[in-house]
């Protein structure tokens, strides 16, 4: 089985231990050499300068290909231009296109009354700058506003068509959804890449609430497995186990891409990505 292309997701650091973190999870995953690493945004924006600190950071210092996350939150369409443009500026090629979530406190995203209405019309302008690799996310298992996956799928296909180059789930615990999702979105004319989002499980209830939020349904057997792991303090064994195993799953139907949901915690990640085969890459700088 040929090795996987890997990126990971990690997100910028909001105190000064958490700075130390995120180094700490560059430093360890970096030499897996990854086809790219992306910079979250918080909700609503509210991460929006450290995000941009945090990217040109990266990049400069380590020289990974940063994929930079910009929403349509709290902003005009001239002001998150030109965010993109600060970004193409500091060398930064690509961005992560998403709509974003409604800040803290409100049900449903309104858009800023001069600020982009939705992701299609964000793809747009930034495909017009013709200066980033743009990509977008999807949904798997239907995002939670759409009405069904079929809507969802059309909408996918909208933002691809608008400029985007390829996109991202939102991540999952059956290999079946995605390859369901998969063949849907071919059905429906969809050719670009599409690469499964993966969160390793290092905290399951963190994880269970995430899910609930996001809309991703937990099997039974994976919760009645982490319920006995809990008990045997065999979390982590177990969590390497799953995630190896549904990474493997993908692969043996043609994946050749997976993005890996970090936390900023990068052990797991990095033992799973061992697991499939990845191996460090070597730098020079070690050599005499």
């Not at 292309?5 to 997100?11: D, L, N, P, V």
């Not at 998150?80 to 193409?88: E, N, P, V």
Request: net charge negative.
């Amino acid at each position: 089985m040929p090795t996987p292309k890997i990126s990971f997701e990690f997100f910028p650091p909001q105190s000064f231990e958490a700075s130390f973190r995120l180094w700490n999870t560059v430093q360890t995953l970096s030499p897996l050499n990854p086809e790219f690493v992306s910079v979250t945004y918080g909700a609503g924006g509210t991460t929006r300068d450290l995000t941009h600190e945090a990217v040109a950071v990266l990049h400069r210092e380590t020289g990974l290909n940063v994929a930079a996350h910009l929403t349509c939150v709290n902003a005009t369409k001239q002001d998150t231009l030109d965010i993109a443009k600060s970004y193409h500026q500091a060398g930064v090629t690509s961005i992560v296109a998403l709509r974003g979530d409604a800040p803290k406190g409100q049900s449903n995203f309104t858009p800023h009354p001069d600020g982009f209405a939705d992701s299609v019309e964000l793809i747009q302008a930034l495909a017009e700058l013709d200066a980033f690799t743009i990509r977008v996310g999807a949904y798997p298992e239907k995002h939670p506003e759409a009405a069904d996956q079929a809507q969802d799928i059309a909408w996918l296909k909208r933002k691809l068509d608008a400029g985007a180059s390829e996109a991202i789930t939102q991540f999952f615990f059956d290999a079946e959804d995605f390859l369901r999702f998969r063949d849907k979105c071919a059905a429906a004319g969809i050719r670009q890449k599409i690469i499964p989002g993966i969160l390793p499980i290092e905290n399951w209830a963190g994880v269970q609430r995430f899910a609930a939020r996001c809309g991703t349904n937990i099997p039974a057997w994976l919760a009645d497995a982490f319920d006995k792991a809990t008990r045997d303090n065999r979390c982590d064994l177990l969590a390497t186990a799953v995630c190896s195993e549904l990474c493997s799953d993908l692969m043996d139907e043609g994946v050749e891409d997976l993005h890996f949901y970090t936390l900023n915690r990068p052990e797991l990640t990095r033992d799973v990505c061992y697991a499939l085969g990845c191996t460090p890459k070597l730098s020079l700088d070690h050599v005499a």
